[in-house]
């Protein structure tokens, strides 16, 4: 029992970096109804700054952590502004496909400045592990689950109260209505963009820190899709809650696995049989919006 109790442990902690990446994935979609498929390279990006101010430029961590935080929101304007802004009015398909362009540029231009070789952060934390409940959580553990708790957070009030959190919601309801009341549409796509590059540089950074980095960091994009579409992809409760429960899916089944079957690998393919029975009972998620559309 005490080994599964690890593995969800695990899980939760893995699962929290889902959701901040799938958050990134809601945001923008909510926005402009467009799935982001760079969205791991963004994250991969984030990793890659942060390791470079802290490791090549010896900054201190906390401060590496918050410039790494202001270039995702120039790296945001920049995609917005001059690779997504004059697709406004194409086809979602369109869109869709640069985003997988821009996904395999910013891998190539990773690979060009820092390599394929595994990174590794700095020790910011201590090592010795924590007790709760009777298991052994690393500080860098409760740490990453805590930063991702606080960041939900602060989005959800965000969202919820102030003027451009409502601005946002209102465009990613109607952007018609949204427009006719002076709310600057062009504006609210660059504000989702920024928070998607934030978000997703905050997940690379805390994976870094538990794992290392490399260039086949990206690939977490694709492994976050199965949470978007657990959770619905426009329900911000729904990425917190599908990142959560796919990491645990995904520890507990592989380490099930392992245990009982002799079987290695199994975590690759977990979300992703997960995902083909939610399409198939719920095609819009747990949490997702129903359309209705007549004919």
Same mark, same amino acid.
């Given at each position: ?7 969800? %442990?695990?899980?939760?902690? $893995? ?10 994935? $809601? ?13 791991? *390279? ?8 942060? @390791? ?14 918050? =410039?790494?935080?202001?270039? &995702? $929101?120039?790296? #945001? ?22 985003? %997988?362009?821009? &996904?395999? $540029? ?45 960041? /939900?957070?602060? /989005? ?13 919601? +209102? ?5 018609? !209505? !949204?427009?006719?009341?002076? =709310?600057?549409?062009?504006?609210? /796509? ?7 590059? =934030?978000?997703? +540089? ?9 794992? #290392? ?11 976050? @899709?199965? !949470? ?33 079957? #002799?079987? #290695?690998?199994?975590? *690759?393919?977990?979300? /992703? ?23």
């Amino acid at each position: 029992m005490e080994y599964y109790l690890q593995l969800i %442990v695990n899980g939760l902690v $893995v699962g929290s970096i889902y959701s901040l990446v799938a958050l990134g994935f $809601v945001i923008i979609y909510k926005a402009t109804k467009v799935v982001n498929f760079a969205q791991g *390279e963004l994250v991969m990006v984030g990793a890659y700054m942060c @390791f470079a101010l802290t490791v090549q430029f010896h900054i201190p961590f906390i401060w590496a952590f918050f =410039i790494t935080l202001g270039f &995702s $929101v120039l790296l #945001g304007l920049a995609i917005e502004r001059m690779v997504l802004r004059p697709l406004i009015g194409e086809e979602h398909i369109s869109v869709i496909m640069v985003t %997988v362009g821009m &996904s395999s $540029v910013l891998k190539s231009l990773v690979q060009l400045f820092w390599g394929t070789q595994i990174k590794v952060y700095p020790q910011v934390l201590p090592t010795d592990p924590i007790m709760i409940a009777g298991l052994p959580v690393a500080p860098v553990y409760i740490a990453a689950f805590c930063l991702s708790v606080v960041l /939900f957070l602060i /989005f959800s009030v965000f969202f919820k109260y102030s003027r451009t959190g409502i601005a946002m919601r +209102a465009t990613a309801f109607d952007q018609q !209505a !949204a427009q006719s009341m002076g =709310i600057g549409i062009k504006n609210i /796509f660059a504000m989702s963009w920024c928070i998607a590059c =934030i978000v997703s +540089a905050v997940g690379g950074v805390i994976l870094g820190n538990i794992n #290392g980095i490399n260039s086949h960091i990206g690939h977490l994009g694709l492994k976050v @899709f199965p !949470a978007v579409i657990l959770g619905g992809l426009d329900s911000l409760l729904g990425a917190a809650l599908g990142g959560l429960i796919i990491g645990v899916l995904e520890n507990v089944c592989d380490g099930a696995a392992r245990q009982l079957l #002799g079987l #290695g690998g199994f975590r *690759e393919v977990a979300a /992703f049989i997960v995902l083909v029975v939610i399409l198939m009972i719920k095609p819009y998620g747990l949490f997702g919006t129903k359309e209705i559309e007549r004919v």
